[in-house]
């Protein structure tokens, strides 16, 4: 585990759903990413993870499938989770590092990310990370902070942001916050040995102007008309591709799950709060539902 050579993001103890989202006037962008993820995510199945799942606000939208890991960095984002979710057996909470994830591979059905690739300080390697845990034949639901948009393209031409929206390497304009370029990602993508497929622009109308006059539910339909357009052109703040899985590597095993995120030993639950790792002997603990791969106890 690199955790002290490569930063990570951590909103921990945080108030991000009230600062972000709740009574924050982002209903606009929750409908239109909700719009953009139910044409692309598969209708269901059996394993689905969201990485940088918070405190859940995207939960609802996984109804079709048996098993659903909302993962995150944040213990008390998911304790949010826990609680707004409730009892439901088809959700499990896992904390931990997205570099050295605590599953076998071949696992994941289904994986969605969305609004958190921007924190990702070394995408060649979360994007690695993914296709070992990909369950061949599966796919992967990518939303990303678009660097080539029209606002920045504005501005840079402008001459009031110093960093070109044209060229295709990373920008964090603040600490690891980054954005990308579509071309760039897809390469990425690829180098990973995903196929990305469908793509689509979301958040046409994000000014706050435009969403003071305009009744939320008009310019959802509006933006929901226009993403479609993603596919053969990206120049809106967030785009999301569909892509599938690597077609290389065997599918987990039927019992298979959870695996040490350091040696990447197969994990065996157990009646105690704890795993243990048989190959390198650390524990990793389990409370109150969830599952802390953070740091060893």
């Known amino acids: 585990m690199d955790d002290d050579r490569l930063p990570v993001c951590d909103y921990e103890g945080s108030d991000y759903r009230d600062r972000f989202w709740e009574g924050q006037g982002r209903q606009y962008e929750d409908s239109v990413e909700r719009l953009a993820l139910r044409h ?13 799942a918070g405190f859940g606000r995207l939960a609802a939208e996984y109804s079709g499938y048996r098993r659903v890991v909302l993962f995150d960095y944040s213990r008390s984002l998911l304790r949010e989770a826990q609680a707004r979710l409730g009892p439901d057996p088809r959700y499990i909470y896992v904390a931990g590092n997205w570099y050295d994830m605590p599953f076998v591979a071949g696992l994941f059905e289904t994986m969605v990310q969305v609004r958190t690739l921007h924190h990702a300080a070394d995408v060649p390697r979360l994007f690695a990370e993914l296709a070992r845990i990909a369950r061949p034949g599966g796919t992967y639901v990518l939303e990303f902070a678009n660097k080539r948009n029209l606002k920045a393209m504005a501005r840079y031409l402008l001459r009031r942001q110093r960093w070109s929206p044209f060229t295709a390497a990373p920008v964090e304009f603040v600490e690891l916050n980054f954005v990308f370029h579509p071309r760039w990602i897809e390469e990425r993508l690829r180098a990973a040995s995903f196929t990305p497929g469908q793509k689509r622009t979301v958040s046409h109308f994000r000014l706050g102007a435009i969403k003071r006059l305009v009744p939320t539910p008009l310019l959802a339909r509006a933006d929901r008309a226009l993403q479609p357009t993603g596919q053969c052109l990206q120049v809106t703040p967030s785009v999301f591709v569909r892509s599938a899985h690597p077609t290389g ?3 987990a095993a ?7 995120p ?3 030993t197969p994990l065996a639950e157990s009646s105690d709060p704890v795993l243990h790792c048989g190959g390198c002997g650390r524990e990793w603990g389990i409370d109150g539902g969830l599952y802390d791969f953070k740091a060893p106890r």
């Open 40 to 52: 692309l995510l598969p209708p269901g199945g059996d394993t689905l993870i969201e990485l940088g």
């Open 249 to 251: 590597g065997a599918v």
């Open 254 to 260: 039927l019992n298979g799950f959870f695996a040490c």
């Open 262 to 264: 350091v040696c990447l």
